[in-house]
Structure formats: structure tokens, C-alpha cells
């Protein structure tokens, strides 16, 4: 079962630009985890941040989570095609079992 | 190896038949995961091995599906008697334990026909 909703479910922008996906879940969590898949096969992990932390930055890529409100998101910054992908938060609570939001489909157009 | 290995990538099988999967974890991970990824449900967990701590089976669908690990490396799922609604990509993930990031192997893209 899926515990977290990301919005938008699709997403499509000129190389360039900045791309912006949320992420919000239903319960406490000791951290929040962002992959990227392409082509529906294997998963990429891209950055974790843990539920003290606010915010982090791994080269283009800025999370930020609020656990108040229960949502984090994901910032790719000077987007490239080569970020064409579909990217999904999942959340860590007791155990460590990762369990996945909807996913966001990004398009980066040339 | 350099990361997760699964096998094999594909796999077509017959409604009823019994299908073995097979993932190789990065060497020295003592964290285990699998889950599947179908068009319906999405990802979903599946079973989670720790070390020599009982697995969490929590998320398997079914008395249908089991997972072993043997010597705390290799791990094989097992679906007996398939059913089309078993069709799904089926991924194995490895990690260095609880709270690190999980590295994942390209999947096995199971067909029940």
C-alpha cells in the first residue's frame, strides 16, 4: 500500500527551467527518501532526509520536509533532458521498509 | 559486484506454475528488501531481511509468495501457483542497515500468461 500522494502526477519543461515535486505522506516518519526510475526499471536513490532535518542539497537536487505539515518536496534545478524520469518520495517510519508515493512523471524537453 | 543483481530479468510463465527469483545484494549489506511495481498497485513492499533477525513478511500478498536469504547474502523469492494478477516488475534492494539509503537491482519483469 502506497502511503504517500505526489502531485503533479506528471510534469513537463524546457531544458533550463526548474522542476518541482511535492511529496505528502500520512504518518510519522524517521526519514524521507527520493528515487528516480527510468524506463520502469531499476531505482536510483538521489537523496535522504531525515525527520530533524529541514532541508539538503545534493548538486542540483534541493529537499526540503516539513514534517507539520507532513510533505516535503524536490527541487531539480537547471533542468537537462537527461532528467526525463519518473521520480517518487518514499518513507521510512519504524521499521525499514520503504513505502512509496504515486511517483511524478517529469518531462524535460530539449 | 559493483551493485544489486537480480535474475532472471525476464520471466514468462504459465498461470499455475511455480517461479523462483533471484537476487545477489551488494556485498557487505546486511539489509534486504523486496518489493513490485505493477501498473495497479504501484510500489509496494514485500519482505525485509535484517541480519539474522526474523524477516518482516508484513507486505507479502499471499501465503502464495515466500523469500528466503541464505547466509545472510543471497535471497530468492518464491510464488507458487502464479495468477495473473502476480504479473509486475519484481525489485530487490539492498542496504547497509536501517536508516541508510537502499540501492536497488534492475528488476524482474515477471509475465503471467
Known amino acids: 500500500s502506497q502511503q504517500g500522494e505526489e502531485d503533479p502526477q506528471a510534469l513537463s519543461i524546457q531544458e533550463g527551467e526548474n522542476a518541482t515535486m511535492n511529496c505528502s505522506y500520512k504518518?510519522?516518519?524517521?526519514?524521507l527518501q527520493w528515487y528516480r526510475q527510468n524506463s520502469g526499471r531499476g531505482l536510483v536513490h538521489l537523496i535522504l532526509?531525515?525527520?530533524?532535518?529541514r532541508e539538503k542539497h545534493s548538486g542540483r537536487l534541493r529537499v526540503t520536509l516539513d514534517t507539520s505539515k507532513k510533505s516535503s518536496s524536490l527541487l531539480i534545478t537547471a533542468s537537462r533532458a537527461a532528467d526525463t524520469a519518473s521520480y517518487f518520495c518514499a518513507t521510512v517510519k519504524n521499521t525499514d521498509k520503504l513505502i512509496f508515493g504515486t511517483g511524478t512523471r517529469l518531462q524535460v524537453f530539449p | 559486484g559493483a551493485g544489486v543483481s537480480q535474475s532472471p530479468s525476464n520471466k514468462v510463465t504459465e498461470k499455475g506454475k511455480d517461479v523462483e527469483l533471484r537476487c545477489d545484494p551488494i556485498s557487505g549489506h546486511t539489509a534486504l528488501y523486496w518489493y513490485r511495481q505493477s501498473l495497479g498497485q504501484g510500489l509496494e513492499f514485500l519482505i525485509y531481511?535484517?541480519?539474522?533477525?526474523?524477516?518482516?513478511k508484513s507486505g507479502l500478498p499471499s501465503d502464495r509468495f515466500s523469500a528466503e536469504r541464505t547466509g545472510g547474502s543471497v535471497s530468492t523469492l518464491t510464488i507458487q501457483r502464479t495468477q495473473q494478477e502476480d504479473s509486475a516488475v519484481y525489485l530487490c534492494?539492498?542496504?547497509?542497515?536501517?536508516?541508510?539509503?537502499?540501492?536497488f537491482g534492475p528488476g524482474t519483469r515477471l509475465t503471467v500468461t
Open positions: 532526509i531525515r525527520s530533524n532535518e
Open positions: 531481511f535484517q541480519g539474522n533477525s526474523a524477516p518482516d
Open positions: 504518518t510519522s516518519i524517521n526519514n
Open positions: 534492494a539492498s542496504s547497509k542497515g536501517p536508516n541508510y539509503e537502499q540501492y
